[in-house]
């Protein structure tokens, strides 16, 4: 399977997405913001590109929608061209002025990248369910974690990410799950670590099933996988979507999981559906995450609180 990170989408012309989501914050925290550059074709075959922006401390997102003609992105590598703005696996560089949404121009470095490991038989975080054809949305983590140098002015404020942190993943298919729950957990307090995790109701032939994966590392000697293909179990499950709250205990090969999740703000952005750009979602990058990873013997191997979380809870279309 070609890497998850390069463009599927050449010979895709109804019913479909695909976004790249990158996730930056600032060495003392004051900022964190998204950047999701995408594609979408709608059921009639009409194709825009897009780059969304979401800002943590304000709660405020920009949908800047630009046409077709101006989205590349070879087969080959991680790269995306949108209008001029650039988006790879070394940094990004954006320039919009769209009266009518607003402006963000500046440039990013990326150094010190942590990639999500891979392997022949193992393509990514969905594992096995990577090689089934036309699932409804297919996500793959690209960078784990990775340095920043630059900055952004988003609307006339200078944001300053050097030293900072950031992460990327993408998502491409027909639509976002109906009904999921997505947690991406780094600056913790003990050391460097990340976490990922998502719970998805996913569709597969006329019937559907409830699917989730969880990957944490501290980027030492600890990497954590549990997911519904390596007979995982996803226990004490709870979750309190008018609160923006959930809680849950995994219990795998890799130990036990026990983690703890809480939104706080958030911002709208445009979701998929059938390749239409019209469902809302509520995001978070400023929830607070707390973990404690045990062995089979019950030893504390990790545990950690992180702040600027991104987190998001969809409960209906």
């Known amino acids: 399977m070609r890497n998850p990170a390069f463009f599927k989408?050449?010979?895709?012309?109804?019913?479909?997405?695909?976004?790249?989501?990158?996730?930056?914050?600032?060495?003392?925290?004051?900022h964190a913001i998204a950047l999701i550059p995408g594609m979408a074709v709608s059921p009639q075959g009409e194709k825009h590109a897009f780059i969304q922006v979401i800002n943590a401390a304000s709660g405020k997102t920009?949908?800047?929608?630009?046409?077709?003609?101006?989205?590349?992105?070879?087969?080959?590598?991680?790269?995306?061209?949108?209008?001029?703005n650039r988006f790879a696996s070394e940094g990004l560089t954006v320039e919009i002025d769209q009266a009518d949404q607003?402006?963000?121009?500046?440039?990013?470095?990326?150094?010190?990248?942590?990639?999500?490991?891979?392997?022949r038989w193992h393509p990514g975080?969905?594992?096995?369910?990577?090689?089934?054809?036309?699932?409804?949305?297919?996500?793959?983590?690209?960078?784990?974690?990775?340095?920043?140098?630059?900055q952004l002015v988003l609307d006339g404020e200078v944001l300053d990410f050097d030293h900072g942190a950031g992460y990327i993943e993408k998502d491409y298919g027909r639509s976002f799950p109906e009904t999921y729950v997505w947690i991406q957990a780094s600056h913790?307090?003990?050391?460097?670590?990340?976490?990922?995790?998502?719970?998805?109701?996913?569709?597969?032939?006329?019937?559907?099933?409830?699917?989730?994966?969880?990957?944490?590392?501290?980027f030492a000697g600890i990497r954590a996988r549990f997911a519904t293909y390596n007979r995982s179990k996803l226990i004490d499950w709870q979750v309190d979507p008018e609160h923006g709250r959930c809680t849950g205990t995994l219990k795998g090969p890799a130990g036990t999981l026990v983690f703890e999740a809480q939104m706080s703000g958030g911002g709208r952005l445009r979701a998929p559906v059938n390749g239409l750009m019209d469902r809302e979602i509520?995001?978070?990058?400023?929830?607070?995450?707390?973990?404690?990873?045990?062995?089979?013997m019950g030893q504390v191997i990790y545990q950690g609180t992180s702040s600027e979380a991104g987190m998001e809870i969809s409960l209906s279309s």
């Open 188 to 218: 913790f307090d003990q050391s460097e670590a990340c976490l990922v995790f998502s719970r998805a109701r996913i569709p597969m032939l006329g019937t559907e099933f409830p699917g989730f994966f969880a990957y944490l590392t501290d």
């Open 9 to 30: 989408g050449t010979h895709q012309h109804h019913r479909y997405f695909e976004g790249w989501y990158f996730k930056c914050i600032s060495q003392d925290r004051r």
């Open 282 to 296: 509520i995001e978070s990058i400023s929830a607070t995450v707390t973990v404690r990873l045990t062995d089979r």
């Open 125 to 150: 975080i969905m594992g096995p369910f990577s090689f089934i054809p036309r699932m409804e949305c297919n996500h793959a983590i690209i960078h784990l974690s990775h340095r920043i140098s630059g």
């Open 62 to 84: 920009w949908y800047f929608q630009f046409p077709y003609s101006g989205f590349a992105s070879p087969t080959d590598r991680f790269a995306v061209d949108i209008g001029g």
């Open 102 to 119: 607003g402006q963000i121009s500046g440039q990013l470095q990326f150094s010190d990248i942590h990639p999500y490991p891979v392997s």
